[in-house]
């Protein structure tokens, strides 16, 4: 079991209080998936907690503070993950598995969220007086808070993908009942504990749910009182959130699957891209949604370029994210492992060739969740690697003779979250730029997105944006006040 002075309780958290306890008084375990071992047991909450939790945020809707308090809420957070960076980490590495320094990395990325909001929230929050006077009034427009917001997030970035909704939604005055995913519950109920110990809240302001995904989704997306949900996940739950929406006419901020091209032209610095790619592709395992999932290299380069990754490959350590020599940890669960595994499997058996890694015989999800970073070559559009997102360590590479027909490859996806794009030549990379179906399109970086930049998907990677000015407008309504005298 996980010991940590920042999981005092391993606990909900539902108007000032923590809950130990579901009601059903039934548990979730939470497991280390380097090893099996059970870290804690979490209550499976479910529609009645939920219940309560929306009703304890719509009575801290009308108690919220001014923007300047706010402001300092969110300079407080910054500095709490700052100074307790490597208590959570430790807690991140051991329930998601990812590399010590990864995890590190991940609680500086979700700091610099409440940095970049609190820096930049009170001028876009300020009231902005229109120039044209229409109807002889003078017109206002005010920056409210759109209300209760329900957050739902996923195990992959188990504390990055709720700091980028969670500052936002506090500056913009948002009282909240969110829900962690069952795989990593852990390293926000830490984060709990310190906005409780630190931050002078109004009580009912941020609210934690776990257990059932369906009866809680399901009460926050049935209640009239929470206007907006902001979610990160599957494209699958994503539609049946969009499903649920109607009857409430809900806002939704909706952060997707992906399907990412990783395109390297025949002038590119292929030492860098290797790097980049490498780096992009086997972070977190392989499980993010801007991991290049096909890659597609020009003729002339082709087999240059698999050498360089293939060596790169064969260097990477696999292994316990504890252990400081990993490079990339397990997988988060057997169906996890199993999908990749699979991906592997129908890829050989439609003609790819296996480069780097172990044939997929020899590795069974039974035995651990290791899964050895693969490469495989030839890869056709046929195959489920280049159809779906793999979210994990297999790199398909995939020849192209021409630029349009790259385009044609990498657009030829119902995803648009992240693309890449490798070339020296500046105006010829830029044209392909311009016509790719993705919000985010890294022009010779595998970099993901930052806290200022607006971040998110086209088609059914999603809708809305997280970070930059976008991303807090989320959370806010327009209100105009013509002003006649
Ligand atoms: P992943 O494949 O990354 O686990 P999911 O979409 O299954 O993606 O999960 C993302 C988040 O959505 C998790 O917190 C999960 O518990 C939650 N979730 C799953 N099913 C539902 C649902 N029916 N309603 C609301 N949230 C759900």
Redesign the pocket.
């Known amino acids: 079991m996980i010991e940590s002075y920042l999981l005092k309780n391993i606990a909900g958290y539902i108007d000032g209080q923590w809950i130990a306890q579901a009601d059903s008084g039934k548990t979730t375990e939470v497991f280390n998936p380097a090893n099996g071992k059970t870290l804690a047991e979490t209550p499976y909450m479910g529609t009645d907690e939920t219940r309560r939790a929306i009703a304890a945020a719509k009575a801290a809707r009308d108690t919220v503070p001014d923007v300047a308090t706010r402001r300092g809420w969110l300079e407080d957070c910054y500095e709490a993950l700052t100074a307790e960076k490597e208590e959570i980490g430790r807690i991140l590495c051991l329930e998601h598995g990812k590399p010590w320094a990864e995890a590190q990395g991940e609680v500086d990325y979700a700091a610099s969220f409440f940095s970049y909001f609190a820096g930049m929230m009170e001028d876009t929050l300020a009231p902005e007086t229109l120039l044209e006077q229409a109807k002889d009034c003078r017109w206002t427009v005010h920056k409210r808070p759109i209300g209760v917001a329900g957050l ?5 970035f188990p504390i990055g993908m709720i700091a980028k909704k969670v500052a936002p939604a506090l500056a913009a005055g948002c009282p909240l009942v969110i ?5 990593t519950p852990l390293t926000m109920i830490a984060m709990f504990q310190l906005l409780h110990e630190r931050l002078d809240l109004p009580k009912g302001m941020i609210n934690l749910v776990m257990g059932s ?2 009866e ?3 009460e ?2 049935s209640s009239f009182d929470v206007p907006m949900i902001s ?4 494209t ?3 539609q ?2 969009v499903e649920q929406s109607s009857q409430h006419v809900k806002k939704l901020g909706l952060e997707l699957g992906g399907n990412a091209p990783f395109i390297v032209l025949d002038d590119a610095d292929l030492e860098s891209a290797a790097d980049n790619l490498i780096a992009n592709k086997f972070r977190g395992a392989g499980q993010t949604c801007v991991c290049a999932n096909r890659i597609f290299v020009q003729d002339g380069v082709y087999d240059e370029f698999v050498n360089k990754v293939v060596e790169r490959v064969k260097k990477l350590k696999v292994g316990d994210g504890m252990d400081e020599n990993t490079d990339v940890g397990p997988l988060i669960n057997a169906a996890g492992f199993d999908k990749v595994h699979d991906h592997v499997k129908d890829a050989l058996s439609k003609g790819a060739s296996l480069v780097a890694g172990k044939h997929p015989d020899e590795l069974d999800s039974g035995k651990n969740l290791f899964y050895t970073p693969t490469v495989v070559s030839d890869v056709t559009h046929d195959m489920k690697c280049c159809q779906e997102e793999t979210f994990g360590p297999l790199l398909p590479l995939i020849r192209f003779e021409t630029d349009a027909q790259a385009l044609e490859m990498a657009n030829d996806t119902q995803f648009g979250l992240a693309s890449y794009v490798f070339g020296r030549d500046k105006e010829r990379a830029h044209k392909l730029i311009g016509k790719l179906h993705f919000g985010h399109c890294g022009y010779n970086t595998g970099t993901g997105p930052a806290a200022h930049a607006p971040f998110g998907g086209f088609l059914h990677s999603g809708i809305g944006r997280e970070g930059g000015v976008e991303g807090l407008m989320e959370f806010v309504e327009s209100q105009t006040v013509p002003d006649g005298s």
């Open positions: 739902i997030t996923p195990w992959n829900k962690p995913a069952a795989e995904s369906k809680i989704g399901g926050i997306m979610f990160t996940g599957s699958e739950v994503g049946l959130l």
